[in-house]
């Protein structure tokens, strides 16, 4: 499920040792990649009665589902002043303010790991997983250059797996040849290249769209419908990490999923034949999706697809 949250004000509590009463001071952040989505700039309270002052700035708008990765981030930055804070047995419960209404409050929970990282936990009616913090080096900057269809995580700004772009380079290299593929070797080396794209997922070695991308095309050559799904998980990550050529594969492993389990393809993007058996793209349902939606996949249109077929079937009776 997929959570909104709108911040219009926020809360704040920070957890702390009981028997402590130093302030965590500085300023706390959530980093994706090069950017700071949210800093919570803590001190100690001039204020008779508060135990912190500071504040909590971050985009006006954001959704998360994690509390790890977040889209739709939109600005303005707005700054929530620290209104009150009172120890709560071991936590530090700490107000903010709307600057614009006084009288509009919220409260989250910070929870102290070590000297330089936290948690903050959201006080909301459907639970998120705390987000994660860092104490800043320098000065931290909430940025405003957020592209609101774009899903930002910690990878950002991370390079491509040089191994992964092998794996996939490999496996177009291999198909090279068309209709004359010998496919009794070509499916070994796509069962090895598998094998090892699966192994870089379990190590969490891929973080770029480009990388997911590539690990899509190594899985959709499969032969399982598992396979054509993880593809197509695969392709929709790096969707959400703005590849915009990743929708054609992800139209793509989902057709290839909807033939192997005995249903007909809905885009258009499979063909099935060889050397000895026409070329075909049935079973296919044309009419569930428009040639307007194909467009915005990257899909050729039905009228392009049967010119396609027909190069496939003129290049398999070719002499």
């Known amino acids: 499920m997929r959570t909104k949250l709108i911040f219009s004000t926020l809360g704040l509590a920070v957890s702390l040792a009981a028997q402590s009463v130093t302030v965590p001071a500085g300023q706390w952040v959530v980093n994706l990649g090069s950017r700071t989505l949210l800093i919570l700039s803590l001190a100690p309270a001039a204020t008779p009665g508060q135990v912190v002052s500071g504040s909590l700035t ?105 191994a992964m772009k092998r794996l996939f380079e490999e496996d177009q290299k291999d198909r090279q040849a068309g209709l004359k593929t010998d496919w009794t070797v070509v499916d070994k080396s796509d069962a090895a290249r598998r094998e090892a794209t699966r192994k870089l997922l379990d190590e969490g070695a891929l973080h770029t769209g480009e990388d997911f991308t590539w690990a899509a095309f190594v899985f959709q050559h499969a032969g399982t419908p598992d396979d054509y799904l993880l593809a197509h998980t695969l392709a929709m990550i790096a ?30 993007t499979a063909f099935y034949g060889g050397q000895d058996k026409a070329m075909t793209q049935e079973p296919y349902d044309r009419g569930l999706i428009s040639d307007s939606l194909r467009q915005q996949l990257g899909v050729p249109v039905i009228s392009a697809q049967q010119e396609q077929l027909k190069e496939y079937e003129r290049q398999r009776t070719a002499k």
Do not use: C
Not at 61 to 89: C, E, M, Y
Not at 119 to 133: S, T
Not at 239 to 260: E, F, H, N
């Open 239 to 268: 969707v959400g990490k703005g590849r915009k050529d990743a929708p054609w594969i992800a139209s793509a492993s989902l057709d290839r999923y909807l033939t192997s389990v005995n249903q007909p393809q809905i885009y258009g």
């Open 58 to 162: 971050m985009p006006a708008h954001l959704n998360t589902a994690d509390g790890r990765s977040f889209s739709q981030v939109q600005g303005p930055v707005r700054t929530h002043p620290i209104a009150a804070s009172a120890w709560k047995g071991d936590v530090l419960s700490v107000t903010i303010r709307n600057p614009a209404d006084a009288s509009d409050e919220d409260t989250v929970f910070f929870n102290l790991k070590d000297a330089t990282h936290a948690e903050l936990r959201l006080d909301i009616p459907v639970p998120i997983p705390a987000f994660q913090l860092a104490l800043a080096d320098g000065k931290a900057v909430v940025a405003d250059d957020w592209e609101p269809a774009k899903t930002y995580s910690p990878d950002e700004g991370l390079s491509s797996n040089p």
